[in-house]
């Protein structure tokens, strides 16, 4: 069984920060590349950092400076460090664990974690 679950969300006042973690278990994690996602009220989800199984990273220009992925394959964790946080980082934030298998990309979830920055 298939299981990611986060941690580290809360409330913070704008310019602080938080660290966000999500485990793993049920899957080879070091196989797999990490996304972190999240969404506000009344948005789409979207794609805040990625990393690669290789750890290559990628960051959407809004996180880009202030928000940093990283991998513990050893503890099955992936990381996300939000610096400079802003009140429109509020949203829940999922973990996304993904692989492609033949032509099938297969995707895992978390339940997602909340954050909230105030002004």
């Known amino acids: 069984q298939v299981q990611l679950v986060e941690s580290g969300g809360g409330l913070v006042q704008a310019g602080g920060s938080l660290r966000l973690s999500c485990v793993a278990s049920?899957?080879?994690?070091?196989?797999?590349?990490m996304d972190w996602y999240r969404q506000a009220p009344g948005k789409e989800r979207e794609l805040v950092a990625g990393?690669?199984?290789?750890?290559?990273?990628n960051y959407p220009e809004s996180v880009k400076g202030r928000f940093t992925i990283s991998r513990d394959n050893a503890k099955n964790t992936v990381y996300l460090q939000m610096n400079n946080l802003r009140p429109e980082d509020t949203a829940v934030y999922y973990c996304n664990a993904r692989k492609l298998v033949y032509i099938k990309e297969i995707n895992y979830w978390g339940q997602g974690t909340q954050v909230t920055v105030s002004s």
């Open positions: 990393i690669t199984s290789g750890g290559s990273t």
């Open positions: 049920g899957i080879i994690f070091s196989s797999f590349a």
